[in-house]
């Protein structure tokens, strides 16, 4: 009898709780339980330098630069994966003929929309940041190429020029940020709210390069602490992930004076940070083209060369937890447009149609344009 009533109440003791520990877990877990996968593609051009056409400065046809060519990657991209986001780090305007072609003839006067703006608009991208190039030609003209954008231009570390030495009455010279709204769909085709933040950099050697069109109206501040005073802020703002678009080599430039803050790899340790993708200095990151560079820690990071002769490449693995977005894991590559075959360089990819379309007519131009001046 006694044994029995013993039994009971261990049984009582010990069962009850496990009951409720798992009527507590399945609560938890219908709340808290993470998201199936969630896989995001962040893609990235860089330096194109007005490279639209696969044609050099004699009008020649090549193989291994022009977004032409680089805009049908990125179709691809767009057709395989449900979630795709593309971004630019600088240098579009100034490098080659055709840049130089339009800011001579200044279209955008006419009321047309610059051609490489053109392009990237019916390219969708998601946002740009500067490059020290797109100076070259003056504040007026960058103003007015960047005019019809219909995707946000951000940089964080350039400010008006207001001569004094106080730090906190400075005023960003553009949106230093931006936070993306997207909806993102995981692995069971369910849709999932998610907010990216992305910030962009540029060297502060464009100061000193561009000291005419800077002095008394811009001035730069270091990349690392501009990045300390807008993270949190993005942070606080509900950014789940944040991507920075950095116009800076893995090392400073030679000759900054702030040597120290203005480089990708102390950008990288900045609290955070979960992509860079970064150009200026023209080389790919990772360096071998096609494989995929597996890497469990952030930030991830990619660089796609130039004159769109490769596309970046990143696969964010996420999760949801409750409201929290989680990086599981993630891969970086860079696609070339071409390949070496016996010595020759070989196109990887075909012209894509409706970028070719957009851009024939000012080439053709440019053409004319060249033959006029060499008479
Ligand atoms: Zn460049």
Redesign the pocket.
């Known amino acids: 009898m006694m044994k029995s009533h013993m039994r009971k109440i261990t049984v009582v003791f010990f069962i009850l709780p496990i009951i409720g520990w798992l009527f507590g877990l399945s609560l938890f877990t219908s709340v808290y339980a993470s998201s199936a996968p969630v896989k995001l593609r962040i893609l990235q051009t ?2 194109m ?1 007005g490279h639209l056409m696969d044609e050099n400065d004699e009008g020649e046809s090549v193989s291994d630069f022009g977004l032409v060519r680089t805009a049908t990657l990125i179709k691809n991209e767009r057709n395989e994966n449900k979630n795709v986001l593309l971004f630019d780090t ?2 579009i305007l100034e ?1 080659n003929a055709f840049a130089d072609y339009i800011f001579q003839t200044r279209l955008m006067h006419l009321g047309q929309t610059h051609p490489v703006i053109n392009v990237m608009n019916i390219l969708r991208y998601d946002a740009m940041t500067l ?3 797109e100076f070259n030609y003056g504040i007026g003209f960058l103003t007015e190429s960047l005019r019809d954008a219909t995707f946000p231009i951000i940089s964080s570390n350039i400010y008006n020029e207001d001569m004094t030495k106080n730090i906190f009455d400075d005023v960003s010279y553009m949106n230093p940020y931006v936070i993306l709204d997207r909806t993102l769909v995981d692995a069971n085709g369910d849709e999932r709210a998610i907010k990216i933040g992305v910030i962009g950099f540029l060297t502060p050697i464009v100061a000193d390069w561009n000291s005419n069109y800077f002095k008394q109206k811009l001035k730069m501040r270091t990349i690392t602490e501009t990045a300390n005073q807008y993270i949190p802020q993005m942070k606080a703002k509900g950014a789940d992930i944040i991507i920075a678009l950095a ?1 800076v080599g893995v090392n400073a430039d030679k000759g900054l004076s702030a040597h120290e803050g203005n480089s990708v790899n102390e950008l990288k340790s900045i609290e955070n940070i979960d992509v860079i993708l970064f ?4 080389n790919i990151f990772p360096e071998k083209p096609n494989e995929w560079f597996q890497s469990q820690t952030t930030p991830f990071i990619v660089q796609a060369g ?1 004159w769109g002769n490769h596309l970046g490449r990143i696969e964010l693995e996420l999760t949801q937890n409750g409201n929290k977005w989680i990086i599981e894991g993630g891969a970086t590559s860079v696609i070339p447009i071409y390949k070496q075959v016996k010595g020759k360089k070989v196109p990887n990819v075909s012209k894509d149609k409706q970028v070719e379309a957009l851009i024939k007519r000012p080439y053709k131009e440019l053409k004319s344009f060249r033959k006029w001046h060499a008479h």
């Open positions: 860089t330096d330098h600088g240098d490098g490059g020290n190039h116009h150009g200026h200095s023209h130039h």
